[in-house]
């Protein structure tokens, strides 16, 4: 059973720092490509950050300078550092695996592209 465990949320001031963990159980990941998404109140889920089997990276707009994805193939785990945090930033952050395989460099960044999520973690952000 293929089971993806988000850790490391919760709730922090405005300027300050979250790293959240997601660790892989079931399959290895460390030939897919990564990602977090994060769904606020309201909105639909949107992409993060992703990290591809070779180590490439996509942020989306609003946290480019702020978040760095990260992954450890040996542990089967990815983080998400996230720094400069903003009230915006408040939401369930979500880790999520694309069982499809991608050229070098390609990374999704719809939720249709991905196969395997976890179960979500809160991040609050205050002002």
């Known amino acids: 059973q293929v089971q993806l465990v988000e850790s490391g949320g919760g709730l922090v001031q405005a300027g300050g720092s979250l790293r959240l963990s997601c660790a892989a159980s079931g399959r290895t990941f460390s030939n897919n490509v990564m990602g977090w998404f994060r769904q606020a109140p309201g909105k639909e889920r949107e992409i993060v950050a992703g990290?591809?089997?070779?180590?490439?990276?996509y942020y989306g707009d609003s946290v480019k300078g702020r978040f760095t994805i990260s992954r450890d193939n040996a542990k089967n785990t990815v983080d998400l550092q996230m720094n400069s945090l903003k009230p915006e930033d408040t939401a369930v952050y979500y880790c999520?695996?694309?069982?499809?395989?991608?050229?070098?460099?390609?990374?999704?960044?719809?939720?249709?592209?991905?196969?395997?999520w976890g179960q979500g973690t809160q991040v609050t952000v205050s002002s």
């Open positions: 999520a695996g694309d069982l499809t395989w991608r050229p070098r460099g390609r990374i999704g960044t719809n939720v249709h592209e991905y196969d395997y």
């Open positions: 990290i591809s089997r070779g180590g490439d990276t």
